[in-house]
Structure formats: structure tokens, C-alpha cells
């Protein structure tokens, strides 16, 4: 555990004494921030639009659902961005230590697979809540000014941040298996990627096979979390995932001991 | 302390080591001699548990290295050929994550660091970002962290590689002073290197142990394997009548020279330089050139194989 705490620490370090790291963080502020941007005045427009509707026809405004119409479809939206920006966070984990040779530090102390594996995974699931961070204050303004339900914001960020710890799992792995942090970047974007779209898939191919890759789709899980439901079924699901590319990762460092 | 028993190892179907065995005793300084890609770096990573061996074993410490990797991790300080540092940590960040890494109890861990900054000469760039050191800072850093956990066991692997020559001498003297204390391997393609620093030698050559002998006596097997280099006039065979003259010579080959010299490259069992000077010029040669020629290391280790072979 001590062990773990020091990788994890020194990972943490990694990021944030590079400049990368702030482009990243800033570059996710920057886009999440004008897609809320145009998600709260579409927003606003139509329900203001509605409101000089309904003065003029003297019919009863309709009810704007903050929740459903702004909240929700952001939340898909974060997922979407978070796809293209975790191969960032992930890609240098383990190939950065592969090309500058710290690997030989690493497997030469007593640290074990599990400790230098875990505490990677944490401090990348670490960054992306940090990134996640400028968004919490976004949402807050329609707290500040409006009246949205809280728990389908909870369930959101429950959401993402399962969802983002399969793609740093993944991410993890990949990078894992190379040296060069452009290959683990574009590979770690490639499975996210594979695994986003598996579901559309689905409706191409028979009725078994199709039942698999819609499970497999991690995007047709996020669904409920964006909606307000906590369904035990998919925090399963990114949970599994997790955990297996987290395995993945263990096999692929442990790997060097039996390729003898 | 360290046994080491038949190792092999393979990469795909390139041998990079076979059959190496050796022993070191507490507190001995062993130097693992080579040219470049003899196998040192393997043999070490294999001692280290980087990588396992194809077959064959070893015990670093009392504890198997494929058994308990982990035992043999904790006592274990390990320097690889390029120091394996984090350019963008601090020089305290840096050892502070290795101690805690290697185990050093929490509130050991200010004195451990402080005990081997000294003993690394580090105190002026202890707050410095390690990528911003000179290539020495570095070497010494990585030495630093192979220090910390006061590790029975030390493997260095070329330390002195890439060191302006009075680091060299630094880190030679920290070396020889941390044995007796510590059970050291090392490994350079530095003949001199070995004879100032270390107790034993194991040569190491194309994969396979060549010699294993102390510096004393692998100079002494070296000896009469300098060769002389003259260049005198060579006026056909009056040239060749003198050197014949002489039986300690045990072969020549000769070289024409322009304007009529001729340069020969003889092999001498004892050194006959006065002599031969003396008996050119008293054959009324003109003499040009004369003097002695260490064989290479390559060339060295070349004698020694089919020395043995012969024995």
C-alpha cells in the first residue's frame, strides 16, 4: 500500500510538472466549456421563445425540463470529449518509462506488478476527475440561477468517471505495450473508439451476435447514468471492464518474466 | 553472496549469455570485465531479476532470484548502464520516491537519503530537476539511489561510463570505499578500471566466462603481450639479420614503408628494446621509431581464449 502510494504520487508529479498536462486540462475547460455554453442558450432561447408564444396565443407555456434538455444531453457530451482526451492522459504511463529506461528501476525494487500497476491507474483516474473539475463549476451555475434535480447530476459524474476508468484501464494497457507515447496515444484512442461504436454494429448482424456487441458498447451503458438511473447492471459492466483491462496491463508488464 | 550457476540466456535465438558461473564472497569487489555486448549488461539484469535467465540459477544474498525475486529485491542496489532517472523530479523528489519504494522505514528515510547524497557528493544539487544535471550529476544520482537501502548487494553496470576523468577517480575511490561493506559487481570494458578498484576479475567474452583470475594475476598472464613497433632503414635483408639475432622474438611482420624504411610489428617474450636499439645502430641502420604497443582489449581477449584453449 506504501509502495503503491509512492508510485501513485510520483505519477501525480509526472503530471502536473508538465506542460502537457495543463494543455490538456485547459483545452478540456476550453471545449466542454462552450459546448455548455451552447447547450444553456439553445436552452434559454427555447424556452424564451416559448414563453413569447404562449403571451401571444394566450395558451399555457410548456414545461422545460432543465434535467432532460440540458443537463442530459451534456453529460453525452463530456463522454464524447472525454474519449478524445483520455489517450492523452493515458498514453504516457507506461511508454515514457519503457524509452527512458526507469522501467529498470521500477521491476529492480521491491515493488511489485500490482503496486507500480495500481498506483498508475489511480493518479490517470486521478488527472481525469481533475479535468472533470471545470465542468462541476459549469453545473453549478444552473444550481446558482435555476432549480435543476441533483441527483442526475451525481449519477452523470458517477458515470463518467466509471466510464473514464475503463479508458484509462484500457489506455494503461496500451500504453504498456509500446515505447512510444504517439503509438499509445493513437491506440489508446482506436480501443476507446472500437469500443464506442461496437454498438452500432449491432444493428448489422444477427440477433445473437448483436446482442453481444450491444452489451459490449460502453456508450449504451452510460445511457441511464445520464438520465438519473444508477442501474447496478452497468456500474457492473464499466467495473468489469476495468478490472480487465487492468489485467491486461498486469499480464503485459509481467509478461517480461516469462518471454525468457 | 552471490552464486551464480550456469546461466544462459537467450534472446529468440541469439545467445546473448551461456553457462556463466561465478561466485563472490561478503564484501568482495567483483568486476565483470567485457568488451561491449559480451553480456555483462545481461548477466547483471539477470542478477537483478529485471529478467529471468533461460535456464541455469543464481542466489544474490541467500535468496533464489527466481524464487524470491522479491528478497533479493529488498537487498539490492542496483545501477543500470544509463541511470535510470526521472528528468522532470527534483533531486530530493527523486531518492525520496526510491526510499520509500525500497522499503525504508518512514522515519529512516531523511537519514538514508542524507547518508547517500554525501556519500554521492550531491549536496549542491540536491533541489535541482535532475534533466537540467550534467552527465556526471546524473551518474552520481543514479549511484545515490542505488545506495539508499544500505543494500548488501551492489551491481553497478559501468559506472564510470561517460565521466570526465577526475569523476572517474571520484566515483573509483566511492566504490572501492563502499567494499568491505557492501558485496559490489561491476562491470566496465576498462582494463585499468578493474585493477584499481576490484579484488576479482571475471572475463567475459562472446557470452561465456574467458577467465576468472584477481588483477595481479591477469597482469601477469598479460605480460609479454605488449608488442614493440620499429621503424628503421630496411635495406632488404639487412634489417631482418639483426632482429634475427634475437631469440626472445617470437614473430614479425613487416610493413614497407616510403623512402625505403621499413616498419615491423614484432612479438617479444621479454622486453628487449635496449638490446635491439643498441644492435640496429651498431649495424649502422638509421632508427627511427621504437616502442611498445599494448594489445587492445578485443585482441587481449582473443590471447586469453586460445591461451586456454592451448592449456
Keep these: ?260 | 553472496m552471490i552464486e551464480v550457476k550456469n546461466l544462459t540466456r537467450y534472446y529468440g535465438d541469439k545467445m546473448a549469455i551461456k553457462d556463466v558461473s561465478f561466485a563472490v564472497q561478503k564484501g568482495e569487489v567483483l568486476g565483470l570485465l567485457g568488451p561491449n555486448g559480451a553480456g555483462k549488461t545481461t548477466t547483471m539484469r539477470i542478477l537483478t531479476c529485471y529478467m529471468p535467465p533461460t535456464s541455469g540459477e543464481a542466489r544474490v544474498a541467500g535468496y533464489d532470484i527466481w524464487e524470491q525475486p522479491l528478497e533479493v529485491k529488498k537487498r539490492l542496489g542496483y545501477l543500470p548502464e544509463n541511470p535510470p532517472l526521472y528528468n522532470d523530479l527534483r533531486v530530493s523528489e527523486y531518492l525520496e520516491f526510491v526510499a520509500r519504494v525500497k522499503e525504508v522505514p518512514s522515519n529512516r528515510i531523511k537519514s538514508a537519503i542524507n547518508s547517500a547524497v554525501q556519500k554521492a557528493g550531491l549536496e549542491e544539487v540536491y533541489r535541482q530537476v535532475i534533466g537540467s544535471l550534467s552527465k556526471g550529476f546524473k551518474q552520481r544520482v543514479g549511484l545515490a539511489q542505488a545506495l539508499l537501502n544500505e543494500p548488501e548487494v551492489l551491481i553497478l553496470d559501468e559506472p564510470t561510463v561517460g565521466l570526465d576523468p577526475r569523476q572517474i577517480i571520484e566515483i573509483r575511490e566511492l566504490i572501492k570505499s563502499l567494499g568491505g561493506e557492501h558485496t559490489i559487481i561491476l562491470s566496465t570494458h576498462i582494463l585499468p578500471e578493474v585493477e584499481m578498484t576490484c579484488g576479482r576479475v571475471v572475463i567475459i567474452n562472446r557470452g561465456e566466462v574467458v577467465a576468472e583470475d584477481t588483477p595481479e594475476g591477469l597482469t601477469r598472464r598479460l605480460k609479454g603481450t605488449e608488442r614493440l613497433i620499429v621503424e628503421m632503414d630496411g635495406d632488404g635483408g639487412a634489417a631482418e639479420q639483426v632482429l634475427q639475432k634475437f631469440p626472445e622474438i617470437a614473430s614479425v611482420q613487416k610493413e614497407a614503408q616510403q623512402n625505403g624504411r621499413m616498419r615491423f610489428t614484432i612479438e617479444v617474450t621479454s622486453d628487449i628494446r635496449r638490446d635491439l636499439a643498441r644492435a640496429i645502430v651498431d649495424q649502422g641502420l638509421g632508427l627511427y621509431e621504437l616502442r611498445t604497443e599494448s594489445y587492445s582489449l578485443e585482441e587481449i581477449f582473443l590471447h586469453l581464449t586460445t591461451k586456454e584453449e592451448v592449456a
Design chain 1, 1 to 260: 500500500m506504501r509502495k503503491t502510494l509512492a508510485v501513485y504520487q510520483k505519477e501525480l508529479k509526472h503530471f502536473f510538472y508538465s506542460p502537457i498536462a495543463y494543455i490538456v486540462i485547459a483545452a478540456f475547460a476550453v471545449i466542454t466549456g462552450i459546448f455548455f455554453y451552447l447547450y444553456l442558450s439553445s436552452f434559454v432561447e427555447a424556452a424564451f421563445m416559448d414563453m413569447i408564444r404562449s403571451q401571444q396565443f394566450r395558451t399555457p407555456p410548456q414545461k422545460f425540463n432543465i434535467n432532460l434538455q440540458l443537463i442530459r444531453p451534456y453529460f453525452w457530451n463530456l463522454a464524447l470529449i472525454s474519449l478524445f482526451v483520455l489517450p492523452l492522459v493515458t498514453m504516457r504511463l507506461f511508454s515514457e518509462e519503457k524509452r527512458s529506461g526507469t522501467v529498470e528501476l521500477l521491476y529492480t525494487t521491491p515493488l511489485t506488478t500490482s503496486n507500480i500497476v495500481l498506483g498508475k491507474f489511480v493518479a490517470g483516474l486521478t488527472f481525469y476527475m481533475v479535468m472533470l473539475l471545470p465542468t462541476v463549476f459549469y453545473l453549478s451555475l444552473l444550481f446558482i440561477y435555476g432549480n435543476p434535480e441533483f441527483w442526475p447530476v451525481f449519477s452523470g459524474y458517477l458515470g463518467l468517471v466509471l466510464l473514464g476508468s475503463a479508458f484509462v484501464g484500457g489506455g494503461l494497457f496500451i500504453s504498456s505495450l509500446t515505447e512510444n507515447q504517439i503509438i499509445a496515444a493513437i491506440g489508446g484512442f482506436g480501443l476507446a473508439l472500437v469500443l464506442w461504436v461496437i454498438g452500432w454494429a449491432a444493428n448489422f448482424s444477427g440477433p445473437g451476435l448483436s446482442a453481444v456487441l450491444n452489451y459490449l458498447s460502453v456508450i449504451n451503458h452510460f445511457e441511464d447514468f445520464a438520465q438519473g438511473v444508477i442501474d447496478s447492471q452497468h456500474v457492473i459492466f464499466y467495473l468489469l471492464l476495468t478490472t480487465f483491462g487492468i489485467y491486461l496491463t498486469y499480464r503485459s508488464v509481467e509478461s517480461i518474466k516469462w518471454r525468457a
